[in-house]
């Protein structure tokens, strides 16, 4: 079985900062791409970035120069940083993870963290 599990999300005020994380446990041979999604209320699930295991990045155009996603391969965590945060930036942030368990790959998620941006 593999898991992912979100933290970091939050209320914060617009203009603010937070780092989510996302680490993957299970019976894991490799993960290739990792990535962030976010899904705001009526809307449909959006890319927001992805990185390769070769640290390739990724990013929607509306999060480009205040998002950063990063990952560390020794604890298969990805991270997404988040500045300048906008109202418009709230929403559940998934992580989403392509795994190799020896031969069988899939897709993984996490269960979401709410990221809320008001004063």
């Known amino acids: 079985q593999v898991q992912l599990v979100e933290s970091g999300g939050g209320l914060v005020q617009p203009g603010g900062s937070l780092r989510l994380s996302c680490a993957a446990s299970?019976?894991?041979?490799?993960?290739?791409?990792m990535g962030w999604y976010r899904q705001a209320p009526g809307k449909q699930r959006e890319l927001v970035a992805t990185i390769t295991s070769g640290g390739r990045t990724n990013y929607a155009d509306s999060v480009k120069g205040r998002f950063t996603i990063s990952r560390d391969g020794t604890k298969n965590t990805v991270y997404l940083q988040i500045d300048s945060l906008k109202p418009e930036d709230t929403a559940v942030y998934y992580c989403?993870?392509?795994?190799?368990?020896?031969?069988?790959?899939?897709?993984?998620w996490g269960q979401g963290t709410q990221v809320t941006v008001s004063s």
């Open positions: 299970g019976t894991i041979f490799s993960i290739d791409t």
């Open positions: 989403n993870a392509h795994i190799n368990r020896w031969g069988l790959e899939a897709d993984y």
